[in-house]
C-alpha cells in the first residue's frame, strides 16, 4: 500500500477528489454547508474540478482510467447542498442565540448575526440566500444566522433549494462542458476563475453598496449645504 495516497490536502480540490470519489466529494458539500466547522473546505474548487473529473477530461485529472459519474454527481451535490443548509438553519433555531451569544468565541461571534440582519433586510431574505451560496464561508455561516434570525422554514427551505441547484449544477456543468479546455490549466488558472465567478455572483450586493455610499454623500453634501446656509442666515441677521 501506498501511503503517499492516503494523505489528503484538506485545502487541494483535486486531492480530495482522488482521494474521496462522488461520495466523497458529496459528504463534503453537506458539510461545508451543514456543519460548521467546514466553512475551511474550498467548495466552488471541489464542484468544478469534479465536473471536468466527470468529463472526457477526466484522465488529465484523476490519471488513466478514473472518471466520476455525472449522473451522481448531478443528483447527489444539490441534495447535499440543499440538506446541509437545512442542517445549519435549524441549529440557528435551536441554539443560535446561546452560540453566538458567547464573547470569547473567535468564530461564533454576534457581530455575525448583526451584519446578517443588515444583509437580509437590504436585499430581501430571498436573494441573501441564493447570493449567499456564491461566497465562501458566507454559505457556511448565512444558514445557522437565518435560523437564529428566525427566517421561516418554508421560506428559507424554497430559497435554499433554488440557490443549492442553481450553485452545483452551475459548478459541476462548468467543469464537465469545459473539461478539455481547463485541465491543461487547472492547476493554474482554476482559483482566478473561481474568484471570477464569485465576484460576478455577488455583483448585485456591490452595486447595492456603491449606491448607498452614493446616497450618503448625496445625504452628506445636502446637510452641508443647509448647515452653511442657516449659518449664513443667523450671521446675516446678527449684523
Known amino acids: 500500500m501506498d501511503y503517499n495516497q492516503l494523505a489528503v490536502n484538506l485545502l487541494d480540490a483535486k486531492s480530495l477528489i482522488s482521494s474521496l470519489g462522488a ?25 468544478i474540478i469534479a465536473g471536468v473529473a466527470a468529463s ?40 443560535g442565540p446561546k452560540m453566538f451569544d458567547k464573547p470569547e468565541s473567535k ?20 436573494k441573501a440566500v441564493v447570493l449567499a451560496r456564491f461566497m465562501p464561508i458566507v454559505r457556511t455561516f448565512l444558514n445557522p444566522v437565518a435560523g437564529t434570525l428566525e427566517m421561516p422554514a418554508r421560506t428559507f427551505f424554497l430559497w435554499n433549494v433554488i440557490g443549492g441547484v442553481l450553485w452545483t449544477e452551475s459548478m459541476l456543468l462548468i467543469g464537465y462542458f469545459f473539461g478539455d479546455a481547463l485541465a491543461p490549466v487547472i492547476d493554474k488558472y482554476l482559483i482566478p ?23 450618503r454623500k448625496a445625504g452628506g453634501a445636502v446637510e452641508s449645504t443647509e448647515a452653511d446656509a442657516v449659518q449664513s442666515g443667523g450671521r446675516h441677521r446678527r449684523g
Request: proline share 5%; aromatic share 8%; hydrophobic share 55%.
Open 23 to 47: 461520495i466523497g466529494l458529496i459528504a463534503i458539500i453537506f458539510a461545508e454547508t451543514g456543519l460548521l466547522v467546514g466553512f475551511f473546505f474550498p467548495g466552488d474548487s471541489l464542484l
Open 193 to 215: 476563475a473561481v474568484l471570477l465567478i464569485v465576484l460576478l455572483s455577488i455583483s448585485p450586493i456591490l452595486i447595492e453598496v456603491l449606491r448607498e455610499r452614493k446616497k
Open 107 to 126: 468564530i461564533f461571534r454576534r457581530e455575525y448575526v448583526m451584519k446578517a440582519e443588515e444583509y437580509f433586510n437590504k436585499f430581501g431574505p430571498g
Open 56 to 95: 472526457n477530461a477526466a484522465s488529465s485529472v484523476l490519471g488513466d482510467g478514473a472518471k466520476l459519474p455525472i449522473a451522481v454527481l448531478l443528483v447527489g451535490a444539490p441534495v447535499a447542498a440543499v440538506a446541509g443548509a437545512q442542517l445549519g438553519h435549524l441549529i440557528g433555531v435551536k441554539v
